[in-house]
């Protein structure tokens, strides 16, 4: 039977034959918005017929929300707080702690123009994004009497549920938060007044907030309150007054552009991993980073590692402030480079007075505090350091005209008027997980790239052969719109396929894409995801912004917890050959991007483990420049980053896990190592997947990177799982696995290899099980017991 639909599906896509890119046709090129000054954003005014695909009911399910379709009046006086959780909760959503995940029930709630009153929390269920008009940002309002735990609430505590949560913090995902001023500053200036609880993992961001605070002496407003999680991105965040702008703690994140207006205290940390902030401004406020530190063992976990790139600070006493000395002790790893400090007296000291480092009006080329490893000889000696170290090689491809990393924010194409767009729906696509939208979409693309946006209404959008986005196209998804190749064509790991290709190889031009989940649908062994060949000779005209690899784990996958359960070990249970390669004439900018082989089903009602296969992470062989800005690759059988012959690349922070069920089968398999994509070769012993694999790459710097051995995850989801009694399954696996080799650095002798050709500098790496937390062609350099630093291991740098 099986064999016999096979053949049809074959037969099928030989009819339709190969489907060609021709370059766009279009006759009149897109050029500047043309938005009116009255106009509303056009994601109020395009058609909305976005579809969930899977959802049980696609034609009644709602993915978009105008809140004041819901009743809320946006005018500052009516109370809107139910009406807009009404519209966020309508239509049978994952949330209240009866479902801890769902790819079936997205939602873009959407806030027009307006001040939203509050008095309780907005809840952000699962897969939601909260979006306000970007042209006349709105602002949600907190009142007087408002009561809870913040304005915006991304995982809620059940009241009197002994510290319940709807979610599991580390498997939060999928959500974000755009275009808000959210103004606490009704509320008493003694209240613990919350912007946003934001405990949250990948595939979340925030973006475009100005958070109003109390400026009154002695307040208790935050900003941000993030306690725990596995993130993730955030960016173009403002915050005027208040106590604390971001109160946080998390495995690990990284923050760009963000700016600190009279609040006390900028940034607390109370606990991480490695978290990397890039072009942070602070003025006026009394610390800058104030860092819970001291502990060195998982029990005691604090600040493990900051790493700041390109800070601007006036007027503060204090930049950064830990709590213990750090003494030649690693807990507070510390990395700072490029801060340019204006009336800042104290860069660098410990509560009660000491400083460490004196600031003043200066610049701070490059400071480190922990352990510093500089060549590239066996087992280096670990030193100690509280002192300037060796600067990032930034080639000028990668700086903004102030020399500092450049960064873009996500395009929401505000300036552009609703008829400077086109619905790929409109045009002939489905969306609707079956049928193949091949043709239809290439079409769309053929005739619209350069000439309209494409917008690519909420749905699951089957592609059957190799779809191209022509250089030029601009792409825009809806509650993150999934193009999932399928079928015959992406079998073979013999012969792998892209699936998406953006721009053919040595194409010049823009290429924008945002709020896409790009997908498979099993068994694809044989699918290169995103094959990535256009070029920019525009800082970051080459890009990908919230948008995601999701492989398997998720309704239509066809990669799932009843044929593919943890331990099936099931070749057929692949789901790719490669996620992304990044070709050598190519450049981009990634920002907020995921690449998730799925260890676990998404859903499945209860996190339960998956056992897929996906040969390779990100691949690139680009010259550059190649920004990856909050990425994260996860669970790939080979590595999880892998660059070779490249050049001009600035990382931070890259977060890896190594697949769980390694060594079950032991790495490359069920794959083979393919020297026609630059595969690395696996030294006898090395049964698990690089994190990280260098060669012959040239002017690479990696800023804050967080490399985990996967069995701590897979032990906290273990303990989670059971804990829902769903975790019978998932105890064998655990046995089978052991953990002890996390207390002993044991689980893999090494992850992150670089080739003694590679010109490349480490900065905040931190890593979970293993035995060297560097190495240089598959000989250690750097002992991962050289940096307790809680959980984690940390090298502050390593330079060759
Ligand atoms: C998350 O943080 C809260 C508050 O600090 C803590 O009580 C809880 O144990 C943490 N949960 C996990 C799973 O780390
Ligand atoms: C930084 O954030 C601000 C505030 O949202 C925004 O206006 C600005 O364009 C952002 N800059 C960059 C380089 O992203």
């Given at each position: 039977?099986?064999?016999?639909?096979?053949?049809?599906?074959?037969?099928?896509?030989?009819?339709?034959?190969?489907?060609?890119?021709l370059?766009?046709?279009?006759s009149?090129?897109?050029?500047?918005?043309?938005?009116?000054?009255?106009?509303?954003?056009?994601?109020?005014?395009?058609?909305?017929?976005?579809?969930?695909?899977?959802?049980?009911?696609?034609?009644s399910?709602?993915?978009?929300?105008?809140?004041?379709?819901?009743?809320?009046?946006?005018?500052?006086?009516?109370?809107?707080?139910?009406?807009?959780?009404?519209?966020?909760s309508?239509?049978?959503?994952?949330?209240?702690g009866?479902?801890?995940?769902?790819?079936?029930?997205?939602?873009?709630?959407?806030?027009?123009?307006?001040?939203?009153?509050?008095?309780?929390?907005?809840?952000?269920?699962?897969?939601?994004?909260?979006?306000?008009?970007?042209?006349?940002?709105?602002?949600?309002?907190?009142?007087?009497?408002?009561?809870?735990?913040?304005?915006?609430?991304?995982?809620?505590?059940?009241p009197?549920?002994?510290?319940?949560?709807?979610y599991?913090?580390?498997?939060?995902?999928?959500?974000?938060?755009?275009?808000?001023?959210?103004?606490?500053?009704?509320?008493p200036?003694?209240?613990?007044?919350?912007?946003?609880?934001?405990?949250?993992?990948?595939?979340?961001?925030?973006?475009?907030?100005?958070?109003?605070?109390?400026?009154?002496?002695?307040n208790?407003?935050?900003?941000?309150?993030?306690?725990n999680?596995?993130?993730?991105?955030?960016?173009?965040?403002?915050?005027?007054?208040?106590?604390?702008?971001?109160?946080v703690?998390?495995?690990?994140?990284?923050?760009?552009?963000?700016?600190?207006?009279?609040?006390?205290?900028?940034?607390?940390s109370?606990?991480?991993?490695?978290?990397?902030?890039?072009?942070?401004?602070?003025?006026?406020?009394?610390?800058?980073?104030?860092?819970?530190?001291?502990?060195?063992?998982?029990?005691?976990?604090?600040?493990?590692?900051?790493?700041?790139?390109?800070?601007?600070?006036?007027?503060?006493?204090?930049?950064?402030?830990?709590?213990?000395?750090?003494?030649?002790?690693?807990?507070?790893?510390?990395?700072?480079?490029?801060?340019?400090?204006?009336?800042?007296?104290?860069?660098?000291?410990?509560?009660?007075?000491?400083?460490?480092?004196?600031?003043?009006?200066?610049?701070?080329?490059?400071?480190?505090?922990?352990?510093?490893?500089?060549?590239?000889?066996?087992?280096?000696?670990?030193?100690?350091?509280?002192?300037?170290?060796?600067?990032?090689?930034?080639?000028?491809?990668?700086?903004?005209?102030?020399?500092?990393?450049?960064?873009?924010?996500?395009?929401?194409?505000?300036?552009?008027?609703?008829?400077?767009?086109?619905?790929?729906?409109?045009?002939?696509?489905?969306?609707?997980?079956?049928?193949?939208?091949?043709?239809?979409?290439?079409?769309?693309?053929?005739?619209?790239?350069?000439?309209?946006?494409?917008?690519?209404?909420?749905?699951?959008?089957?592609?059957?052969?190799?779809?191209?986005?022509?250089?030029?196209?601009?792409?825009?998804?809806?509650?993150?719109?999934?193009?999932?190749?399928?079928?015959?064509?992406?079998?073979?790991?013999?012969?792998?396929?892209?699936?998406?290709?953006?721009?053919?190889?040595?194409?010049?031009?823009?290429?924008?894409?945002?709020?896409?989940?790009?997908?498979?649908?099993?068994?694809?062994?044989?699918?290169?995801?995103?094959?990535?060949?256009v070029?920019?000779?525009?800082?970051?005209g080459?890009?990908m912004?919230?948008?995601?690899?999701?492989?398997?784990?998720?309704?239509?996958?066809?990669?799932?917890?009843d044929?593919c359960?943890?331990?099936?070990?099931?070749?057929?249970?692949?789901?790719?050959?490669?996620?992304?390669?990044?070709?050598?004439?190519?450049?981009?900018y990634?920002?907020?991007?995921?690449?998730?082989?799925?260890?676990?089903?998404?859903?499945?009602?209860?996190?339960?483990?998956?056992?897929?296969?996906?040969?390779?992470?990100?691949?690139s062989?680009?010259?550059?420049?190649?920004?990856?800005?909050?990425?994260?690759?996860?669970?790939?059988?080979?590595?999880?980053?892998?660059?070779?012959?490249?050049?001009?690349?600035?990382?931070?922070?890259?977060?890896?896990?190594?697949?769980?069920?390694?060594?079950?089968?032991?790495?490359?398999?069920?794959?083979?190592?393919?020297?026609?994509?630059?595969?690395?070769?696996?030294?006898?012993?090395?049964?698990?997947?690089?994190?990280?694999?260098?060669?012959?790459?040239?002017?690479?710097?990696?800023?804050?990177?967080?490399?985990?051995?996967?069995?701590?995850?897979?032990?906290?989801l273990?303990?989670?799982?059971?804990?829902?009694?769903?975790?019978?399954?998932?105890?064998?696996?655990?046995?089978?696995?052991?953990?002890?080799?996390?207390?002993?650095?044991?689980?893999?002798?090494?992850?992150?290899?670089?080739?003694?050709?590679?010109?490349?500098?480490?900065?905040?790496?931190?890593?979970?099980?293993?035995t060297?937390?560097?190495?240089?062609?598959?000989?250690?350099?750097?002992?991962?017991?050289?940096?307790?630093?809680?959980?984690?291991?940390?090298?502050t740098?390593?330079?060759?």
């Open positions: 039977m099986l064999a016999f639909a096979l053949t049809l599906l074959a037969a099928a896509a030989a009819a339709v034959g190969p489907v060609m890119a370059g766009s046709t279009c009149s090129p897109l050029g500047p918005g043309t938005a009116a000054p009255g106009d509303a954003f056009w994601m109020e005014t395009i058609k909305h017929q976005g579809i969930a695909a899977f959802n049980p009911t696609p034609s399910y709602q993915v978009f929300r105008n809140v004041k379709d819901f009743g809320a009046k946006g005018d500052g006086v009516t109370d809107d707080t139910a009406a807009i959780n009404a519209a966020i309508a239509g049978a959503r994952c949330g209240g009866s479902c801890d995940s769902s790819t079936t029930t997205p939602a873009v709630v959407y806030f027009p123009k307006g001040t939203y009153k509050v008095t309780q929390p907005l809840i952000a269920y699962y897969y939601t994004q909260f979006i306000g008009d970007a042209r006349n940002v709105p602002t949600l309002l907190a009142d007087a009497s408002f009561v809870g735990m913040a304005v915006i609430d991304a995982d809620p505590y059940i009197n549920g002994g510290g319940a949560q709807w599991v913090n580390q498997n939060n995902f999928f959500r974000s938060v755009r275009n808000f001023v959210i103004d606490l500053r009704q509320m200036a003694s209240a613990s007044a919350t912007g946003i609880h934001w405990q949250v993992s990948q595939a979340t961001s925030l973006m475009n907030i100005v958070f109003e605070m109390s400026t009154a002496a002695g208790a407003h935050q900003g941000i309150w993030m306690e999680g596995s993130g993730g991105f955030l960016g173009d965040l403002v915050f005027n007054g208040g106590k604390f702008g971001m109160w703690g998390n495995q690990q994140f990284t923050v760009r552009n963000v700016t600190m207006n009279n609040v006390d205290t900028a940034i607390f109370i606990w991480n991993w490695g978290w990397t902030f890039q072009s942070v401004t602070i003025n006026n406020c009394q610390v800058g980073f104030d860092l819970m530190t001291g502990g060195t063992t998982q029990d005691t976990q604090t600040v493990g590692a900051i790493a700041v790139i390109d800070a601007t600070v006036s007027n503060t006493p204090i930049f950064v402030r830990s709590s213990a000395p750090s003494n030649g002790k690693l807990a507070g790893s510390l990395v700072l480079n490029n801060i340019r400090l204006t009336n800042v007296p104290t860069a660098v000291g410990v509560v009660g007075g000491a400083t460490v480092l004196a600031g003043g009006t200066t610049t701070i080329d490059t400071w480190a505090q922990g352990n510093v490893f500089a060549g590239t000889g066996a087992n280096a000696p670990a030193r100690f350091a509280q002192a300037g170290a060796p600067s990032p090689d930034k080639p000028a491809s990668l700086l903004d005209s102030a020399g500092r990393i450049f960064g873009k924010t996500h395009p929401q194409y505000e300036a552009f008027a609703v008829s400077q767009f086109v619905s790929v729906r409109d045009q002939g696509a489905k969306g609707d997980g079956t049928t193949d939208d091949t043709a239809a979409l290439q079409a769309i693309f053929n005739q619209f790239s350069g000439c309209k946006i494409i917008f690519v209404d909420a749905g699951t959008y089957l592609v059957t052969s190799t779809l191209t986005i022509p250089a030029g196209t601009q792409l825009v998804g809806e509650a993150w719109s999934v193009i999932m190749g399928g079928g015959a064509a992406f079998a073979d790991q013999n012969n792998p396929v892209p699936v998406v290709r953006v721009g053919n190889p040595g194409d010049e031009g823009v290429a924008e894409i945002s709020d896409i989940v790009f997908a498979t649908r099993g068994p694809a062994a044989g699918a290169i995801v995103v094959e990535w060949n070029h920019s000779n525009t800082q970051g080459a890009g912004w919230d948008t995601h690899i999701r492989l398997g784990g998720a309704a239509g996958t066809n990669l799932l917890i044929n359960p943890a331990g099936s070990n099931n070749a057929a249970c692949s789901a790719a050959f490669m996620a992304l390669h990044l070709t050598p004439q190519s450049n981009a990634l920002e907020g991007t995921w690449v998730w082989l799925a260890d676990h089903d998404l859903d499945s009602g209860g996190s339960r483990q998956t056992t897929l296969f996906s040969g390779r992470g990100i691949l062989e680009s010259q550059g420049p190649v920004w990856m800005i909050g990425t994260a690759s996860e669970h790939h059988t080979l590595y999880q980053y892998r660059l070779a012959n490249a050049a001009n690349h600035y990382m931070g922070l890259i977060q890896t896990e190594t697949p769980y069920y390694q060594p079950v089968p032991a790495a490359p398999a069920p794959f083979s190592v393919n020297s026609n994509f630059n595969d690395p070769t696996f030294p006898s012993g090395q049964t698990s997947a690089f994190a990280v694999s260098i060669s012959n790459s040239q002017a690479i710097t990696i800023f804050g990177a967080s490399s985990s051995q996967a069995l701590i995850h897979s032990f906290v273990c303990l989670e799982a059971d804990l829902d009694g769903t975790g019978a399954g998932l105890y064998s696996f655990f046995q089978n696995y052991g953990q002890a080799c996390l207390t002993t650095n044991s689980c893999q002798s090494q992850l992150f290899d670089i080739d003694a050709a590679s010109g490349v500098n480490v900065y905040s790496l931190s890593t979970v099980g293993v060297w937390s560097l190495s240089v062609g598959g000989q250690g350099v750097v002992p991962a017991s050289a940096g307790p630093n809680g959980l984690a291991d940390t090298a740098v390593w330079t060759k």
